[in-house]
């Protein structure tokens, strides 16, 4: 017979939508709300090499272009269409590549805060309406970022972007209240297919690593536990806020270069 706690991380029968769920963080998201027995929908541009399963248990697919109102339309159609409601979604989707400010132009900053503000704010707009018309309401989590946290050199639009999805979660968990919670996960530095982009080689890994108090890189699995929890009835009476999965954060520069560390 199962605990207390796991009845709590037990979501057998919830539909979970995910985007970006086919690779990476979200993939590690998916895979933890399969383990939690949860019907899982992932989402991306293109359908994924290797289906999102675990142990037998498959996550439905369904391709969309989230800068798309009218794709998010049809993606909360067809999340919804198999038990007819939607318990939590989770705004995983975003990303930007290393860009200097000074040369970024209007339509790439453009194009990066749509896909890393708007798009969860179109997302979180149509599942809102479904989940307040549920008995039990609903959950949605951001996927947010250190860069939202502190300055994000090189980066700038996509900072200004997952800064923007913080605030905005704050401002929606109060709108949203009793029936919808709305929270961010914001990660550090994750180690995922891509890591090599922004990290380098091995030996690059390892030296961000040392910057990390916990020593290690965060894995996908490490954030998908975090939206598990946020999901879960363990988390009943927690909205508006950020979960920060960062090891830590960074250390301070001053201690290295004052030599007390």
Not at 79 to 103: H, K, W, Y
Not at 113 to 123: E, G, S, V
Not at 225 to 246: E, Y
Request: with cysteine.
């Amino acid at each position: 017979m199962p605990t207390p706690l796991e009845s709590a991380l037990d979501l057998s029968g919830r539909t979970v939508l995910i985007t970006g769920g086919t690779k990476g963080v979200g993939r590690g998201i998916a895979e933890r709300f399969l383990d939690a027995g949860a019907k899982v929908v992932v989402t991306a541009r293109n359908e994924p090499e290797a289906p999102v399963e675990r142990d037998g248990r498959k996550a439905r697919f369904h391709p969309c272009d989230v800068r798309e109102v009218d794709q998010l339309e049809a993606l909360v159609l067809f999340a919804t269409a198999e038990s007819g409601q939607l318990d939590v979604v989770v705004n995983n989707a975003g990303g930007s590549p290393s860009t200097e400010a000074a040369s970024a132009s209007p339509r790439f900053s453009e194009a990066i805060i749509r896909l890393n503000l708007l798009a969860p704010l179109n997302l979180s707009q149509l599942a809102n309406k479904v989940m307040q018309d549920q008995d039990g309401g609903g959950s949605i989590i951001n996927i947010g970022s250190l860069s939202g946290m502190r300055p994000s050199p090189w980066s700038a639009a996509y900072g200004a972007a997952k800064a923007g999805l913080l605030n905005l979660s704050q401002s929606l968990a109060i709108e949203w209240a009793p029936k919808v919670r709305v929270n961010c996960v914001s990660g550090g530095y994750i180690l995922t297919e891509q890591s090599g982009l922004h990290y380098g080689d091995d030996e690059g890994l390892a030296r961000v690593a040392a910057t990390i108090p916990l020593g290690r890189l965060a894995m996908p699995g490490d954030i998908g536990d975090a939206c598990l929890f946020l999901a879960s009835p363990l988390a009943r009476h927690i909205t508006g806020a950020n979960l920060a999965v960062h090891g830590g954060g960074e250390i301070p520069p001053f201690l290295a270069a004052s030599g007390l560390q």
